[in-house]
């Protein structure tokens, strides 16, 4: 019996993991790169809408995924060249941006018709069987796209040139400089990264978990995922831990009804939050975060 | 060499959002700053235009609506300013901690909590009404105070982003409120008997609600409103003529070299911190004794986002807030009337999105052209081309 | 790169520059500049502040595109529009202010700005066979963050040499180096140049330095070539004329020139090179006792201790004391804990133990601006940092840090403002367009003027001077000794904390050496020679 539920439990945990998990690719990059980026929500959330918009209109939720991590890089050239291009203070983009975003999508849902699109699950036989853990083998397909984001989203920071130059211009943008990199077309980059890979999440929550958008279907996730970031400490198997906790205390708030067990709702939802802040206030002195987060970078300027 | 090598500004948070005193006397930059946001605004309008268009309204009479609902006659205009003040109240409180450098982004939540806090007193406090009224509202302000002061005490004894913690912190506030409201013991109301009770409290009492003068259809101007007014004026003199104000301005512009003036950054930029989760709290309290007259969890309603959009727009300049904030109040009350055209008043908020960029991205892009007309060549990546980056604007996905 | 060409006897320059210009906006940097520098020479590079040294420097390295002008490499017409191609080109640089990243590994910084993939094994390979071929020893995994000053300097050379850069630019290479680093670092660069034929730009405003390691001399006034010549051919004073543009009494602006004025004629105009090829004097410094000043010190500093975040050792059980009227060097090498005492004594930090007394009286350091009201002005290090604030005015500048004499219980009194900014403005000759205009509109002479005129304007009993000319020019530099001068004269006690050995020789009456933030020894300048001190710099007389 409590195998049953706990499957069910850590299924809807593994389902509500991934959107986050996908975007916390992009966000924890981007911030090695030293942008604190808050329109991460805004990504996700055009990401959501792009995919059903496309999906619905192509009959393709397939190709509606992909259009989805599409208009998340928009937006993040949208923000990369206002915040790393003109030099506007990248937190005002940021929330200009998710509050463009947010009221555009809200307009343009009421002013358009969608039908519903939902990619396929994918059931791997075999393993899907085994007790409790199964359901990690059986998801929605796009589930298993993690397993070629997180280790290429590894590879790219810790083992290219790339990313040594990311980690550096995140670092020290000034001596990266003097080195010869562009520091602020590497950050406008790894925005682009970030936009891709929040797309995709929003997308994945849309056209893969629901099937249809509504208005605000992020609801907050993009900032959870900044709260995932900050708890992995800009390491990435803490980012990706983080996420797994935050999504694993959505799906509780969502069970527990249903299992009967009494905790309080309001504090499941405010958990990450908690967690991220308890984090930020032990881990201020261990010196992991990146040194130039959020500096903007112009040249001769010390 | 006495003419140094002119060296790219160095320009601190507080600068983008203060405005260089430089640019206090109309000079070259200001005309072309002033330009470029006409064109830029223009440009926000052509958007919004479009965006009606194919939406299958008319921008005519989106116009008309708006306009109709906000300030062609008296009743617009009360709804108007019962809209600006709490807008107003929010961005006063961010042009202070603006100018002391410290980016408070969490509105919305010390909002909450004000009127979490005012509602709490309201109805628990027996008193004559104006006693309660008062004390409900400096409390909804301490409420407000308290939530951005966790923010400042996490910054200044373990130097936490503010940005962050004030974002993260907006959404605790958010369950606070809804625990608040689910809960019979604390505020949830008791029911009326029929069916079960709504998360929401108790009506405040007739006696406690803001006097307000006037009446419909004639102008009327609560005491919100006055409380708003009174306070730009005050706040817009002190920033400009105390000593307060003058160290704020030290503070933000250069922290170090505030210190070294004898400033001491935890007490004034964390006092700034929490002044303006007060305001916000307040704005809380304002609309929960002017408007609502219940916590609800969905009370906020925005006014604290907008609020502090309505701040970036003035440039943390209180002057400047109190017509912008009558603008966003007016786009409020008039998207309620939007629903005739058939177009959604969610238009009202991505306006309000590209009129907060149209008025951001000037004074920078003049600021960088003018010193690209200086240094003739581009140093290597850093400047755009402005003919790059004004389209960049323009890219928002529709 | 063109390794073929053929190397005739008449020699094709290694790097051949003509008639490079920039000029930002209405200020010229660099006015039509010819440079030659042959394989197997060492080129000194003299020049003010501001002279286009680091301008002409950065179009070579890409960093800047000039505005007109040639470069050859080897005879041949090239293009440098990034750092990446002036590598390509076999330009290598070793920047003034290190261009390493602190948190990330030392062949993770060797590996930084250059094309292609990343291959670990094999960059630590090289690290380790370029530090055995020049005696640069350095464990290629190590943090940048845990290695010291030289230590660094040796990552920076490294990162250059390991690109067999053909000409290898460095920028005041000796500024954080103490005497014995600097010795091995021309020791290095004697061999790159000697035995493997590389051209060399040696940058300094140190006279000293160019005479004893160049083989030949260009020097920039103005953004202009003023003279060139060979090194064995010309002398320091005719260099320092060069330079400044006009004759200079050599009493007065010695200093400010790079140069140890002394009172035996003999050895009236010697140049000393800090840290020579050869300096290692045979004498060693007789240990000193902090000479005893009366109890009347008015700015006495009592076993000051300051960990830095890292948990580093910045100020060890600091000591000093400054009397009424005197000047008082504290000298160093760049990053022995000059920085944390300027800091400590502007009121921007706490130590972890020990105490200031200012005229006998102990001062609270926890409070900012307790030094201020003691009597206690700081002319900062990086005025930027922390003396002004760019965006406002010069009038509020001039004000700020006494904020309570110019305003009421709650308004600022703006007519007394005005009032007290005009005077200064006339009384220390700041050149301004107005007292409204912004600080930023100064030039850098004039900000520190403006810096200055405050904190004397308080009538302050000690005057603390961090590095008070770094950045200025002979100008503004023999403004600013007149004036601490005279401060002192007036019967302020001056501290002036300085790297510049010429600057401390000629103003200061008593010399303390810091190195390791404890101080070394102290002399009179009268006892006080370049070799002592340089003994003491380096921490050996401890």
Redesign the interface.
């Known amino acids: 019996m409590w195998l049953d539920d706990g499957g069910t439990v850590l299924a809807s945990a593994l389902r509500l993991t991934a959107p986050l998990a996908f975007a916390a690719c992009g966000e924890y990059l981007a911030e090695r790169a030293g942008t ?1 980026n ?1 329109s991460v929500e805004g990504m996700m959330l ?1 990401g959501a809408f ?1 995919a059903v918009a496309v999906g619905s209109a192509t009959g393709s939720p397939t190709v509606g995924l992909f259009a989805g991590a599409v ?1 998340g890089l ?2 993040a ?2 923000h990369a ?2 915040s790393h ?5 990248t ?2 983009v940021g ?3 998710n ?2 975003v ?3 999508t ?3 849902l ?2 358009m018709e969608f039908s519903r699109t939902q990619v396929g699950m994918l059931r791997i036989p075999g393993l899907a069987e085994i007790p409790l853990l199964g359901v990690l083998f059986e998801q929605r397909w796009p589930f298993y796209l993690l397993l070629l984001v997180v280790p290429l989203t590894w590879f790219l920071v810790n ?3 790339w990313g ?2 990311l ?2 211009v995140g ?2 943008p000034q ?11 590497r950050r406008r980059q790894a925005l682009m990264w970030c936009g891709l890979m929040s797309g995709l999440g929003g997308a994945f929550l849309s056209v893969g978990l629901v099937g249809s958008f509504n208005s605000n279907m992020t609801a ?1 996730r993009g ?1 959870i995922v ?2 995932a970031v ?1 708890f992995g400490a800009w390491r990435l198997k803490g980012t990706l831990l983080g996420c797994f906790l935050f999504g694993a205390a959505d799906a509780l708030r969502l069970a527990l009804p249903s299992l009967g067990v009494e905790l ?1 709702p ?2 499941l ?2 958990a990450p ?2 967690l ?2 308890a984090v ?2 032990l881990m ?2 261990s ?1 992991r975060e990146p ?1 130039a ?2 500096k ?7 | 060499m006495s003419t140094p090598a002119p ?5 601190p ?1 507080a600068s ?2 203060v405005g260089r005193s430089g640019l206090r006397r109309p000079g070259p930059d200001a005309w072309r700053t002033a330009g470029i946001t006409v064109l830029c605004v223009l440009v926000a309008m052509g958007l919004a235009a479009l ?1 009606v268009t ?3 309204g008319s921008p005519v009479e989106v116009v008309d609506a708006l306009f109709t609902g906000s300030v062609s006659d008296t009743a617009g205009w009360s709804q108007t300013l019962v809209n600006a003040a709490p807008l107003l109240l929010v961005a006063l409180g961010a042009c202070i901690a603006n100018r002391a450098g410290v ?1 408070n ?1 969490g509105q919305e939540g010390q909002l909450l909590i004000g009127a979490m806090v005012g509602c709490f007193v309201a109805l628990r406090l027996q008193g004559p009404g104006w006693i309660v009224v008062t004390v409900a509202l400096v409390a909804a302000a301490f409420g407000g105070g308290a939530w951005s002061g966790i923010s400042a005490a ?1 910054y200044y004894t ?4 503010v ?3 004030t ?3 907006t ?2 506030a958010a ?2 409120v ?2 608040a409201v ?1 809960s019979p013991s604390l505020l949830q109301e008791s029911g009326m008997g029929s069916g079960p009770a709504r998360p929401q409290s108790d009506a405040v009492p007739e006696y406690l609600r803001l006097a307000s003068f006037g009446q419909y259809p004639d102008l009327t101007i609560g005491v919100g409103v006055i409380v708003a007014v009174v306070a730009t004026v005050v706040l817009a003199v002190l920033l400009a003529r105390s000593r307060w104000g003058f160290r704020l301005n030290m503070l933000g512009l250069n922290p170090m070299a505030a210190r070294h003036a004898g400033i001491r950054a935890s007490r004034l930029g964390g006092s700034a911190l929490v002044l303006s989760g007060a305001f916000a709290g307040l704005a809380g309290g304002v609309i929960l004794l002017g408007t609502v007259f219940r916590l609800q969890p969905a009370i906020s309603n925005n006014f604290g ?1 907008d609020g ?2 309505v701040a ?1 727009v003035a440039r943390s300049r209180p002057g400047l807030a109190l017509p912008v904030a009558v603008l966003f109040g007016a786009l409020r009350s008039g998207s309620s009337y939007l629903a005739a055209t058939g ?2 008043d ?5 306006v ?3 009129l ?2 149209a008025f ?2 000037p004074p ?2 003049s600021a ?1 052209w003018a010193r690209r007309i200086r240094n003739r060549a581009p ?4 400047p ?1 081309r402005p003919s ?2 004004a389209p ?2 323009e ?4 | 790169m063109s390794h073929d060409r053929a190397r005739t006897d008449g020699p094709v320059p290694a790097l051949e520059l003509r008639g490079v210009s920039k000029r930002y906006g209405p200020v010229v940097a660099c006015d039509a500049v010819d440079l030659t520098v042959q394989r197997g020479e060492v080129h000194g590079l003299l020049g003010e502040n501001g002279a286009g040294k680091s301008t002409l420097m950065k179009v070579l390295m ?2 800047v595109h000039a505005d007109a002008g040639e470069i050859h490499r080897d005879g041949a017409r090239v293009q440098v529009h ?3 191609e ?2 390509e080109l076999g330009l290598g640089m070793v ?1 003034q202010h ?7 590994t030392v062949w ?1 910084n060797v ?8 291959d670990r094994e094999a960059i630590c390979a090289d690290v380790e066979a370029v530090g055995a071929r020049y005696g640069l020893a350095i464990d290629p995994t190590a943090t940048v963050e845990r290695l010291s000053a030289g230590e660094r300097q040796r990552v920076e050379v490294i990162k250059a040499l390991r690109r067999d850069p053909k000409v290898l630019i460095l920028d005041e290479p000796t500024s954080v180096l103490t005497i014995a680093e600097s010795a091995a670092l021309f020791e290095v660069l004697r061999t790159a140049v000697a035995a493997e034929g590389r051209g060399v730009i040696l940058i300094s405003h140190k006279l000293a330095e160019i005479t004893a390691a160049t083989d030949v001399v260009s020097v920039l006034r103005r953004g202009r070539l003023a003279f060139h010549c060979r090194t064995a051919d010309t002398s320091a004073p005719e260099l320092a004329r060069q330079m400044v543009g006009r004759d200079v009494s050599l009493r007065s602006e010695g200093a400010a020139l790079g140069l140890v004025v002394t009172d035996d004629p003999a050895k009236h105009l010697t140049p000393v090179l800090a840290g020579g090829l050869d300096a290692v004097p045979a004498e060693p410094p007789a240990p000193e006792a902090p000479a005893d000043v009366p109890g009347t010190a008015a700015l006495a500093l009592h076993g000051l201790c300051v960990a830095g ?2 948990g580093r050792t910045l100020l060890d059980s600091l000591d000093l004391e400054v009397a009424t009227g005197e000047i008082v060097a504290l000298y160093g090498v760049e990053g022995n804990g000059q920085a944390t005492l300027g800091d400590l004594l502007s009121g921007l930090m706490a130590p972890d133990a020990g105490e200031v007394r200012v005229d006998g009286r102990p001062v609270s350091l926890d409070r900012p601006g307790a030094l201020h009201e003691a009597g206690v002005g700081v002319i900062p290090e ?1 005025r ?2 922390s003396g002004v604030v760019l965006d406002m005015s010069v009038a509020d500048n001039l004000v700020m840090t006494d904020l309570r004499r110019f305003s009421g219980r709650l308004l600022m009194r703006r007519a007394q403002i005005r009032a007290q900014a005009e005077e200064l403005v006339e009384r220390f000759a700041i050149r301004t367009p107005s007292i409204d205009a912004p600080l930023r509109t100064l030039s850098g002479g004039n900000q520190q003027r403006v810096v200055l005129a405050r904190e004397l304007s308080a009538e302050p009993t000690v005057l603390v001077a961090a590095q008070p000319t770094h950045g200025l020019d002979v100008g503004a530099i023999e403004d600013m000794y007149a004036r601490l001068r005279e401060a002192a004269a007036s019967g302020v006690a001056v501290l002036l904390i300085s790297t510049e050995l010429e600057e401390v020789m000629a103003l200061a009456s008593r010399i303390a050496v810091i190195s390791s933030g404890r101080i070394t020894g102290i002399l009179d300048v009268a006892d006080a020679s370049p070799q002592r001190l340089g003994m003491l710099v380096g921490g050996e007389a401890a």
């Open positions: 604190l808050i055009s792009g208009v928009l937006v050239l949208v060249n206002l291009r003109i030099q506007i203070n937190f005002v929330l200009v941006i509050t463009l947010l009221g555009l809200s307009f343009l009421q002013t083992r290219t040139r040594l130059e980690r550096a670092e020290n001596a990266a400089d003097v080195s010869g990199i562009k520091v602020n077309v907050g900032f900044i709260a900050i309080n309001q504090l939802v405010a939050y908690l991220a802040l930020m206030v201020a002195k010196q040194r987060l959020s903007p970078f112009e040249r001769g300027l010390v | 060296a790219p500004a160095r320009r948070l983008y959002v965006l194919i939406s299958g980016f982004i996490m373990r130097g936490t982003n940005v962050v913690s974002l993260l912190l959404f605790i369950q606070v809804q625990f689910n986002w502090l959009l970036l177009v959604p969610y238009l009202v908020d991505v309000q999105a590209l907060v960029l951001v991205v920078v892009l960088l140093v290597a990546d850093t755009a790059a980056a960049a604007k890219e928002v996905p529709v | 890409g960093l990034t750092p990446l002036a590598a920047h290190f261009s390493l990243i602190e948190p990330l993770e590996a930084l700005g250059e094309p292609g993939r990343i975040p890292d990086d930027h940092r």
